[in-house]
């Protein structure tokens, strides 16, 4: 874990948290490494979300297969970012989606709980690293509903008119 620490330093959730925190604060939260193959699965539908993930190298889809088996992507997660905390910050007993190594992985899985309450011994770093969750989860929010503002139009030109403006 400690190849990654200056990369996780530049990360979102952890930004503004001094380096030299970064291994107590990954003690604190169980944070554990997993490494994945390509096309490998790395959440499954249907299963329950607890965790949060993000990709420390490689990169992995979030999609979603309908009845026929068509696979429709719904985002594509790079080096850095986050992935399942909606559903594990609702505690999802079922995951809508699955997750899929595009590449071989290395994934740093955190306990969603244990990143947005405070631990016993009081960490100085804990309060940013709520604040910073927050954050990823409302930048998120605002995006997709820009997306549904621009789905909702009418017609393509005002699709294409609404995306460009």
């Not at 944070?31 to 607890?50: I, S």
């Not at 420390?56 to 992507?73: A, P």
């Not at 595009?102 to 940013?128: G, K, M, P, Q």
């Amino acid at each position: 874990m400690k190849k990654y620490l200056q990369f996780l330093g530049g990360t979102p959730l952890f930004k503004g948290i001094r380096q030299e925190d970064l291994p107590a604060m990954l003690r604190c939260l169980q944070a554990r490494r997993a490494v994945y193959a390509k096309r490998e699965v790395v959440l499954l539908e249907g299963r329950p979300a607890r965790e949060v993930g993000m990709v420390l190298s490689g990169r992995v889809q979030v999609v979603r297969e309908d009845f026929s088996g068509n696979r429709n992507i719904l985002a594509e997660i790079a080096p850095g970012n986050l992935f399942a905390e909606s559903y594990s910050c609702v505690r999802a007993k079922s995951l809508p989606v699955s997750v899929i190594s595009t590449a071989e992985s290395e994934i740093l899985w955190i306990d969603y709980r244990r990143t947005v309450t405070t631990c016993s011994s009081a960490c100085r770093f804990h309060t940013r690293l709520i604040e910073n969750m927050l954050a990823i989860l409302a930048s998120k929010n605002i995006l997709l509903s820009r997306k549904i503002e621009h789905l909702s139009k009418r017609t393509t030109r005002q699709k294409l008119w609404a995306y460009l403006s």
